[in-house]
T-cell receptor, first 111, second 114 residues
Framework: RKEVEQDPGPFNVPEGATVAFNCTYS??????FFWYRQDCRKEPKLLMS???SGNEDGRFTAQLNRASQYISLLIRDSKLSDSATYLC????????????FGSGTRLQVQP | GAGVSQSPSNKVTEKGKDVELRCDPI?????LYWYRQRLGQGLEFLIY????????KSGLPSDRFSAERTGESVSTLTIQRTQQEDSAVYLC????????????FGPGTRLLVL
């Protein structure tokens, strides 16, 4: 089983749609959770951290379910500029401070 | 301010040759990471430097891979006797020591081994 698993997509949605991505992680001792965004042939950039109580940043909402080892990202009112690959990222608390990245979910927002 | 920079941006080499990739982190960032991303794949952790501590090399795939960092500045990743499976984008990231999540990535070096 992969340490961090995501549906690769692609998710093709019209502008204005609401879309949700899910991610599961294998290590129950994981401490920190994030969503990164990666545009085509670009480097990843932090989109938002994921907190236990859930958190929102504008059109983006992140949720964490520790019991199920599950993370989600909800994007409301999709924009063309949201088209990218969304990476679920976990710090597995193995004593190192590097992050474990999922393979990403590709989103294509269409006009 | 300046972000993380990497050089070269692209590198084409022949199988068996050695390559050296460079990363300049954001000034003041004590932590530096190298990752590898194969086409269509997620990022694989390679190595992590934090200040003057011994680096975490647990992600290096073989002894052909090595990395150095001078103090809290430039890092070089060296791949000896390159193989075709080494073809990938090599990404460097840096962060302030206490901010695990806020890793700032460089644009990467695209390595193609023929």
């Amino acid at each position: 089983r992969k340490e961090v698993e995501q549906d690769p997509g692609p998710f093709n949605v019209p502008e204005g749609a609401t879309v949700a991505f899910n991610c599961t992680y294998s290590n129950s001792a994981s401490q920190s959770f994030f969503w990164y965004r990666q545009d085509c042939r670009k480097e990843p950039k932090l989109l938002m951290s994921v907190y236990s109580s859930g958190n929102e940043d504008g059109r983006f909402t992140a949720q964490l379910n520790r019991a199920s080892q599950y993370i989600s990202l909800l994007i409301r009112d999709s924009k063309l500029s949201d088209s990218a690959t969304y990476l679920c990222v976990v710090n597995q608390d193995t004593g190192r401070r590097a992050l474990t990245f999922g393979s990403g979910t590709r989103l294509q927002v269409q006009p | 301010g300046a972000g993380v920079s990497q050089s070269p941006s692209n590198k084409v080499t022949e199988k068996g040759k050695d390559v050296e990739l460079r990363c300049d982190p954001i000034s003041g960032h004590t932590a530096l990471y190298w990752y590898r991303q194969r086409l269509g794949q997620g990022l694989e952790f390679l190595i992590y430097f934090q200040g003057n501590s011994a680096p975490d090399k647990s992600g290096l795939p073989s002894d052909r891979f090595s990395a150095e960092r001078t103090g809290e500045s430039v890092s070089t990743l060296t791949i000896q006797r390159t193989q075709q499976e080494d073809s990938a984008v090599y990404l460097c990231a840096s962060s302030l020591g206490g901010a695990i999540g806020t890793q700032y990535f460089g644009p990467g070096t695209r390595l193609l081994v023929l």
